[in-house]
């Protein structure tokens, strides 16, 4: 049943089968606040008016037939509040002091987010104290001994220009009263938190500690990761340029493939749980003749399997281009022992050297030449500068978390949903993991690019 759209015995939409997102909860979209808003805003506004009210509201699904089935059933159909700037803020800017804290993978347009807040909280708002937290969480811990950032517009000036987060990133679990303690101490008013989904798990604790100590810190959230894998963001930014050079290293495995008999391009992106760099990239150039990724495990051997489809392509037409999400095949590559990493995710197995070695003893067995070129980009897609759009995306990011912040706005995200920028509570955007949909229309378009109808595959696996 789907809960966004209650239309009965049809339970999806044709617009449900656009979207990549799998929408298939319920949702709760009400945004906690820390009190009434009575500050006028010094944001300038036009003749035309610039201030957004609460009411204001993005419905969450767009689908027609659910917006008539949930008018005929006495439903109001669910609905984001739209972010932008409040005519009355909460906080007083000559007084409020903001921290800005980065955790997890890096992500191209980190810095252009981070400077974003900077300049709309000093020149919108005319707050004069924002420091940057270094190396994510641990830099709330006063053991790690690791000094605030002062940012100021001087300070942020050229950061966008850079890949990476000016502030440094990590990974690894902190105590949430530690942080708390530490807002507390620094007389913090607002928590910017740039992160995915572990930081969002750490920051919907950190909300629940504040509440119960009753305090006046908001705690606003951007989703960063470039397997754009967040729930209810229609896309993370860094992922267009993350996508851009995925590209640029398919390309040269075709290039490399046509330029060789037999040539077969073998690419690995990242993408842990979902393949979202891999299909997009896929779609991209329609160069791609067989995509893997996590959500639709490939079966290896036997009828059906890659090793016969790749030989059979071969065969065929000379050479072949491969790309493999890293979370895909895993069952063929995980070791006897889960291993974690300090945040507690999933080690995973190399797909990509596997995949590259077993297609080599593949076509040695049956005895056909064939010329494998593998290419990891690994860290080059994510440590890049943000092109032009997802710099956009981080401006408008940044701007909308410091208007939600300012108005008192708390435990949210800011996400681009439906075309417009709203406010996610942070609880609902940690649900579940966004994974690609095997019955959109996204991964349709994958599959009539590729070809790869007949490539067999396992049951999915829950993450
Ligand atoms: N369940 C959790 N509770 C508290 N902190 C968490 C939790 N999950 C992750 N974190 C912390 O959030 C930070 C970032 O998490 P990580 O998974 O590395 O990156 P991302 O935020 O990009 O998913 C790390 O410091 C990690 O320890
Ligand atoms: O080597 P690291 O830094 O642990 O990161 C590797 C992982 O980080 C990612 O880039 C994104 O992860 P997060 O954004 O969730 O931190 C994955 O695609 C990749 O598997
Ligand atoms: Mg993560």
């Known amino acids: 049943m789907n809960e966004f ?9 044709e617009i449900d089968l656009l979207e990549d997102i799998g929408l298939d909860e319920s949702v709760e979209t009400a945004i906690p606040t820390l009190g009434a808003a009575k500050v006028p805003s010094p944001l300038i506004q036009t003749e035309q008016g610039h201030f957004v009210s609460d009411d204001n509201r993005v419905l969450v699904n767009v689908s027609h037939r659910c917006f008539e089935a949930a008018l005929k059933a006495g439903r109001t159909p669910p609905s984001f ?17 903001c921290a800005i804290v980065t955790a997890g993978g890096l992500c191209p347009g980190i810095n252009d987010v981070i400077r974003a807040i900077v300049l709309a909280l000093y020149h919108g708002y005319g707050v004069r ?3 940057g937290i270094r ?44 942080i708390v303690d530490a807002l507390e101490r620094m007389h913090i008013g607002v928590l910017f938190l740039i992160g995915g989904d572990g930081t969002f798990r750490a920051g919907a604790k950190v909300v629940e500690e504040i509440q119960r100590r009753q305090l006046k810190i908001s705690v ?18 860094g992922f267009d340029t993350a996508v851009q050079m995925a590209c640029e290293a398919i390309r040269s495995a075709h290039t490399e493939a046509v330029g060789a008999p037999n040539g077969i391009g073998l690419v690995k992106l990242m993408g842990r749980h979902s393949g979202f760099i891999a299909a997009t990239a896929t779609n991209a150039l329609r160069e791609v003749n067989f995509c893997l990724i996590p959500e639709a495990d490939f079966v290896l051997e036997g009828e059906g399997g890659l090793l016969q489809a ?33 945040s507690g995710n999933i080690k995973l197995g190399d797909i990509g050297v596997f995949l590259r070695d077993r297609f080599r003893a593949h076509f040695a067995e049956v005895g056909l030449e064939v010329n494998l070129r593998y290419i990891d980009p690994s860290y080059i897609i994510r440590s890049v500068p943000a092109n032009v759009d997802d710099s956009l995306y981080c401006a408008n990011l940044g701007q909308n978390a410091v208007h939600a912040a300012m108005a008192g706005k708390t435990g949210l995200m800011v996400s681009h949903w439906n075309g417009r920028y709203v406010h996610v509570p942070i609880k609902e955007a940690i649900k579940r993991r966004k994974r690609i949909n095997l019955n959109s229309r996204f991964w349709m378009s994958v599959l009539e690019s590729t070809g790869q109808f007949n490539l067999a595959v396992h049951p999915a696996e829950t993450p």
């Open 5 to 13: 759209c209650h239309t009965g015995e049809d339970t999806r939409s």
């Open 81 to 97: 509040e739209l972010a932008g700037p409040r005519r009355h803020i909460y906080f007083d800017p000559t007084k409020l002091r």
């Open 129 to 131: 104290s924002t420091f």
């Open 135 to 178: 190396y994510g969480l641990r830099g709330f811990i006063p053991e790690y001994g690791l000094p605030v950032m002062e940012l100021t517009p001087e300070r942020v000036e050229r950061i966008h220009e850079y890949g990476g987060t000016i502030l440094g990133s990590s990974r690894g679990h902190q105590p949430i009263e530690g």
């Open 220 to 237: 606003v959230a951007i989703p960063k990761t470039i397997d754009n894998d967040i729930y209810l963001v229609f896309k993370t930014f």
């Open 310 to 342: 790749v030989e059979q392509r071969i065969r065929q037409r000379g050479h072949a281009v491969v790309v493999v999400a890293e979370g895909a095949g895993q069952r063929y590559v995980r070791g006897d022992k889960e291993e974690r990493d300090a």
